[in-house]
């Protein structure tokens, strides 16, 4: 940075950010969130091709919602000189709902005054902090994950499931909106008082539901009282006018929101192969299917490695014995029985190292804790009990985390 140009101050979103990185990356290994540090540029993802816009909650959708639930669900009609007909809807704009309030009716650009008619206006908005907070406006820290079942990544095919393959999921982050009460103020005017009662009951009846579409955005709606007024003046038309207030629990998600997040709104997960590990049940089992001889070294010996190395001289082949093969093929799996904060018990017992080789110890296994692999030094010890048990201790400082009852830990190594 130059030297005449003055430090520039962190927001307070980058504050909170640099409080939270060291965290990120502590604590027990767990399945992989697609929630990570967002300034890491290899989890970025284009849009480019991507057919699911941002999610965005305006005041406009809600206006809408009510229009539709009018129009589509109570369909307001009356009755008048013998003949159903359908009560207009319209959203108040300043001009109209000036004109209504002044002169008592609409009037349309021929100058006809409007009956029936059903006019409503936003009059005020408030927020609902009860519900939900997202903490810090500049860095939404709360967030709703959305699954899609088939991607261009993971298309409907047998190939996973012959191959024993996880498919790659393709998640969406919208954040949490919102909450907020926007008051409606509505105007329902006819020409008779008992047109004007049908329109009351039909509205009063929708009280207190979900007003929108079902396959867009829904808001509870509901309502407290009815103004009724009754004009007649000389020279004049009649109008029988209702005033109701409805009030609306809505939600709301900006465009700006979106916008910052839109390079990481979209993750996929990674896509797995399973291999099954082959092993064998018994030393018997595995020395009648071993049908191929060890090769020989011009010493009349073998250089064999497992976890250590050693020089092993054959007294009778000139290559590596049976129990030697049979001991460094062997690998069994055996997951934990018992648990507590620092140990892990296993029903097992050690398979016992033939000579020469050394015996069998911790080095001869791999641990594994909730999938993860575990530091081997971060284990104390692995003994046999010599009672068909063997006990894992590890040292829960050098893990940062203390192991619990329900976790799953996976052993690998000479078992018998």
């Known amino acids: 940075m130059p030297r005449d140009r003055k430090p ?16 990120l990356n502590q604590g027990k290994p767990v399945s992989q969130n697609v929630f990570t ?52 809807i319209m959203y108040g704009s300043p ?12 009037r349309d650009t021929n100058g006809k005054a409007i009956f029936p008619l059903i006019m409503f206006k936003r009059t005020n908005i ?9 903490i810090d406006g500049n860095l939404a820290s709360l967030f709703q994950t959305f699954e899609t079942r088939y991607n261009q990544r993971n298309q409907y095919d047998k190939f996973s499931i012959l191959n024993n393959r996880i498919p790659s999921k393709q998640y969406y982050v919208s954040v949490v909106p919102d909450y907020v009460t926007v008051t409606y103020d509505c105007v329902l005017l006819t020409n008779y008082v008992e047109q004007n009662n049908k329109l009351i009951e039909a509205i009063e009846y929708a009280s207190d539901s979900y007003w929108g579409d079902a396959n867009r955005w829904q808001f509870r709606t509901s ?32 465009d700006s929101i979106n916008q910052h997040l839109s390079d990481t709104s979209m993750h996929y997960s990674p896509a797995q192969i399973i291999f099954t590990m082959e092993t064998s049940d018994s030393s018997e089992t595995f020395a009648a299917n071993n049908k191929q001889a060890a090769p020989k070294t011009a010493m009349g010996g073998a250089s064999i490695s497992d976890s250590y190395n050693v020089n092993i001289t054959s007294t009778s082949s000139g290559g590596v014995t049976s129990d030697v093969s049979i001991y460094l093929a062997t690998s069994e799996t055996k ?51 010599n009672n068909g048990t063997c006990t894992l201790v590890v040292d829960t400082n050098n893990l940062d985390y203390t192991l619990e009852s329900d976790d799953q830990i996976l052993a690998i190594g000479k078992f018998q």
């Open 126 to 134: 408030e927020k609902n902090r009860s519900l939900g907070n997202k």
């Open 8 to 23: 520039i101050p962190k927001n307070q979103a980058e504050i909170v950010q640099d409080t939270i990185v060291p965290f």
């Open 223 to 254: 309502l407290d009282s009815f103004g009724v007024t009754n004009t007649i003046n000389t020279g004049e038309d009649r109008v029988s006018s209702t005033t109701v207030s409805l009030k609306v629990n809505g939600y709301l998600i900006a």
């Open 335 to 385: 997951y934990a029985a018992t648990i507590t904060t620092n140990t892990a018990i296993f029903n097992a017992a050690f398979l016992a190292a033939p000579s020469p080789l050394p015996p069998t110890s911790k080095s001869n296994f791999t641990f594994f804790v909730n999938g993860q692999l575990m530091d081997i030094n971060s284990v104390t010890s692995f003994i046999d009990n």
């Open 95 to 106: 001009e109209r709902w000036q004109s209504v309030q002044a002169d008592g009716y609409y």
């Open 37 to 88: 540090h967002r300034d890491n540029r290899a989890l970025n993802t284009t849009r480019k091709t991507d057919k699911i816009k941002d999610i965005t909650i305006g005041l406009e959708d809600i206006d809408s919602a009510l229009m539709y639930y009018f129009k589509n669900i109570i369909k307001p009609t009356v009755v008048q000189d013998g003949n159903r007909i359908d009560v207009q």
